[in-house]
């Protein structure tokens, strides 16, 4: 099973909006509503921040937003705030009853 | 609140194996999968493997197959995961991670667990 392909970085300033993209198959994101996001900030285990493309967990931001067309999902975080600047990736469920993740994007808040 | 604790960091030669352990709070460990996840110096996480609630069931990415045991301690509340014929390539973090019942995937991740594999 492949890595899903997503933006090494993206960069925005405070306040604006930003979108990452996560491009898999027809047989994980493109086929399930299983599609998730994570922010990673350096040294700190991840943090769930998106589930099921477009739900948020209990205590996150609705400045984080998820969506999805096709083989690709996206995440858009509104009103960038310096403590946004940190790592995300995506996963997605497989047709194979396993899970596949993207490669990371940083984040960077200028 | 949930909480998954995991054990410290190992460096281990080519070829030997690696056990590393995931101790549990704040949940009843017997109502959850769990996964593990690693993630290698600079790269994106990959999947390796899950038990399921019970324990009597595991799944392993195809990579892994063979190579990878998961195993658990109700007694304990504790999960552990062994890798085997380890390489350079092993070298990663581990992460134990939580399944989120129902929403297929993860909700709680362990501090990590660095393996380094080195002559």
């Known amino acids: 099973q492949s890595a899903l392909t997503q933006p090494a970085s993206v960069s925005g300033s405070p306040g604006q909006s930003i979108t990452i993209s996560c491009t898999g198959t027809?047989?994980?994101?493109?086929?399930?509503?299983?599609v998730s996001w994570y922010q990673q900030h350096p040294g700190k285990a991840p943090q769930l921040v998106i589930y099921g493309v477009t739900n948020r967990p209990s205590g996150v931001s609705n400045r984080f937003s998820g969506s999805k067309s096709g083989n690709t999902a996206s995440l858009t975080i509104s009103g960038l705030r310096p403590e946004d600047e940190a790592g995300y990736f995506c996963?997605?469920?497989?047709?194979?009853?396993?899970?596949?993740f993207g490669g990371g994007t940083k984040l960077t808040v200028l | 609140q949930v909480q998954l604790v995991q054990s410290a960091a190992e460096v281990k030669k080519p070829g030997a194996s690696v056990k590393v352990s995931c101790k549990t709070y704040g949940y009843t460990l017997t109502n959850h999968h769990m996964h593990w996840v690693r993630q290698a110096p600079g790269q994106g996480p990959e999947w390796m493997a899950i038990i399921n609630p019970s324990g009597d069931l595991t799944r392993y990415a195809q990579k892994f197959q063979g190579r990878a045991t998961v195993t658990r301690d109700t007694s304990t509340s504790t999960v552990y995961m062994e890798l085997s014929s380890l390489t350079s390539e092993d070298t990663a973090l581990y992460y134990c991670?939580?399944?989120?019942?129902?929403?297929?995937?993860?909700?709680?991740w362990g501090q990590g667990t660095l393996v380094t594999v080195s002559s």
């Open positions: 991670v939580k399944d989120y019942t129902g929403k297929w995937t993860f909700d709680y």
């Open positions: 027809s047989t994980d994101v493109g086929r399930y509503d299983y």
């Open positions: 996963s997605s469920y497989t047709s194979s009853d396993t899970w596949v």
